[in-house]
């Protein structure tokens, strides 16, 4: 059995170079997976939404600095936070990455005084339903639909104390 990597968790702007990587690998998926160039999407909220007071992007970094995972949050409104842009580097899924990004963004949100976290994923990233689902979001979509004929699968999850780790 190997462990676990050491990570450090820190809050970055979004003009951080380590943070390049992250969007440029989420727009290459999404564009995959959905036949259209989507860095436009990616990029089409002003940065200054990811900031504090409102707002936040966080990395996972292994020991030597490498951002192997990430997210962010921003104000949706003043009880909510939406969660944004979460992203584990491919060469690192499957070990858990992508929860903890979520709950150190639910961490930090609650921290800021949000008491709802509220988030959209695509109906062709069935790894992110299942980790939202997993990770005690409700959603709000009818889970027996086609998710093509749905579009945008919003979900939510009410922000109590920040879970022990």
């Known amino acids: 059995m190997t462990s676990a990597p050491e990570l450090t968790v820190i809050q970055v702007a979004v003009s951080d170079p380590r943070v390049e990587p992250l969007l440029r690998e989420l727009g ?9 160039d989507a860095h436009a999407e990616i990029a089409r909220y002003p ?25 962010a949050f921003r104000r949706y409104d003043a009880a909510t936070a939406e969660l944004k842009r979460i992203w584990t580097h491919s060469a690192h899924r499957r070990r ?4 903890r990004v979520v709950a150190e963004l639910e961490r930090e949100a609650a921290g800021r005084g ?7 994923t695509g109906p062709r990233q069935p790894e992110a339903r299942g980790l939202y689902l997993a990770a005690g979001y409700t959603p ?5 639909a086609d998710p093509e004929s749905i579009g945008p699968l919003p ?3 009410h922000l109590g104390e ?3 780790q």
């Open 47 to 71: 940065d200054e939404e990811f900031t504090p007071p409102h707002g936040g992007l966080l990395l996972l970094l292994l020991e030597r600095g490498e951002a192997v995972a990430g997210g």
């Open 162 to 164: 920040a879970p022990q």
């Open 114 to 120: 949000y008491r709802r976290a509220y988030l959209t």
């Open 155 to 157: 979900f939510e999850k």
């Open 140 to 144: 709000l979509f009818d889970t027996e």
């Open 28 to 36: 290459d998926e999404y564009s995959r997976r959905y036949g259209r």
């Open 96 to 99: 858990g990455l992508a929860r």
